[in-house]
């Protein structure tokens, strides 16, 4: 049998190529080495923001106002509550880039955004404290994506739709002949005309010259009530301190809110080096300082966990094909803030399955720029 796609890595983004590829009729063979959803990749934690005015450059929003239609899209065909609405409030000092690309963001597609002075954010949010010369920027579209709910539903419905799934299978090579290509598993080989890499932080075991840097990170859930929930309109957050640290979180569910901070980490080069929440120096206390001047009603810490991001040196996605092979398309280097994106890059994949050209400007995300 001669697959139309092979998925190497049927996490985040391999989900959704996986689910997409099927039900446009391809024959496709979905592998990863343990069985999606699950905590040894960048997916698992429950939850994952996402914002369409977007802080890390305009040229993302063409593609996550398309991902947020394939969420939607997703949550009614299967009926899973996926996305919440519970819009996100960026608070930070007027002169930060991040804030700035946001307005930027917005104005250029003119998303809804509200601009609001110190004194708004706490006169709406009296739970959020914030420097008197900071301002606020509210995405009342923009929210929460249940990461793991997610990519369950697109495994279910790749399957549903004829997609061959081998699951605790690990890729351990990649060979090409002619116009074909073959994965070396563990489990045996298989073939196909196209191939995706969307292998998340380890992709370089398959792809060793990628510029992309493991890092681990964490995210932990503290102690809080009511007033910070969803229904009480508590919104998703992030936030840049002073000291330019970035942090972000999202409204308590069950009492228990969850806050991590962006910037930081360790780098690391193995997977068993990615320690559990605690058992680094310094972990309980990453959030500390922000909860403190940010959010001082919050509590104790209650329990965490480690992830990893895949970092690019520009923390720009890698959105391309392998150099010299037209037939594989790598999508990696999240850098930690690739989720919310997932829907549509699985969507890029499939059209690229098809033979189709993309309809959005990859060229801001090719191996290229790296030269
Ligand atoms: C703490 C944390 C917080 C984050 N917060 C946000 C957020 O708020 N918003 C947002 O948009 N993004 C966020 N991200 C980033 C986002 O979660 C990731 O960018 C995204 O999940 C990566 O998707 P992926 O498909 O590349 O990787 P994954 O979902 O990890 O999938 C990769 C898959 O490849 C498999 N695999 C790897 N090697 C092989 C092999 N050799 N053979 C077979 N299978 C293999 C793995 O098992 C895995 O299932 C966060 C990430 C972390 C860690």
């Not at 700035?100 to 004194?119: C, G, H, Q």
Request: hydrophobic letters at 35%; a negative charge; aromatic letters at 10%.
């Amino acid at each position: 049998m001669t697959y139309d796609l092979i998925i190497v890595g049927s996490g985040s983004v391999g989900a959704a190529a996986g689910c997409y590829a099927a039900n446009s009729g391809l024959k496709v063979l979905m592998i990863d080495s343990a069985h999606p959803p699950h905590t040894q990749g960048s997916h698992h934690g429950d939850t994952r923001l996402i914002r369409h005015a977007y802080g890390e450059g305009e040229k993302y929003v063409p593609l996550v106002l398309r991902a947020q239609t394939l969420w939607n899209a997703l949550a009614e065909i299967s009926g899973a509550k996926l996305f919440h609405r519970t819009g996100v409030i960026n608070v930070g000092p007027t002169d930060s880039s991040f804030i700035k690309n946001i307005k930027n963001s917005a104005l250029k597609y003119d998303l809804p955004l509200e601009e609001m002075r110190a004194s708004d954010v706490k006169a709406r949010w009296p739970e959020l404290v914030i420097p008197e010369d900071y301002i606020g920027l509210f995405e009342p579209d923009s929210g929460v994506l249940k990461s793991e709910i997610a990519v369950e539903t697109y495994i279910r419905l790749a399957k549903q739709g004829g997609a061959t799934q081998r699951f605790n299978c690990q890729v351990n090579d990649i060979q090409y002949q002619n116009d074909h290509v073959t994965v070396i598993t563990d489990d045996g080989n298989y073939t196909g005309t196209r191939l995706l890499i969307s292998a998340g932080t380890w992709v370089k075991k398959l792809l060793p010259t990628l510029p992309i840097t493991p890092v681990r990170k964490i995210f932990a859930w503290h102690q809080a009530d009511g007033r910070y929930s969803e229904n009480n309109r508590f919104p998703a957050f992030t936030a840049e301190t002073p000291d330019g640290q970035q942090y972000y979180g999202f409204p308590s569910e069950d009492n228990e809110l969850k806050v991590a901070r962006h910037n930081g980490g360790q780098v690391i080069s193995q997977p068993e080096q990615r320690l559990p929440f605690g058992h680094v120096a310094g972990d309980g206390l990453e959030v500390f300082p922000f909860l403190r001047e940010f959010l001082p009603g919050i509590g104790c810490c209650l329990h965490g966990a480690s992830c990893t991001y895949d970092n690019t040196p520009d923390e720009d996605f890698i959105i391309d094909t392998l150099p010299g092979q037209d037939n594989t398309l790598i999508i990696s280097g999240l850098s930690g803030h690739g989720f919310k994106f997932a829907s549509v890059l699985g969507e890029i994949a499939c059209q690229f399955a098809l033979g189709k050209t993309s309809d959005y400007d990859q060229s801001p995300f090719s191996l290229s720029r790296f030269k």
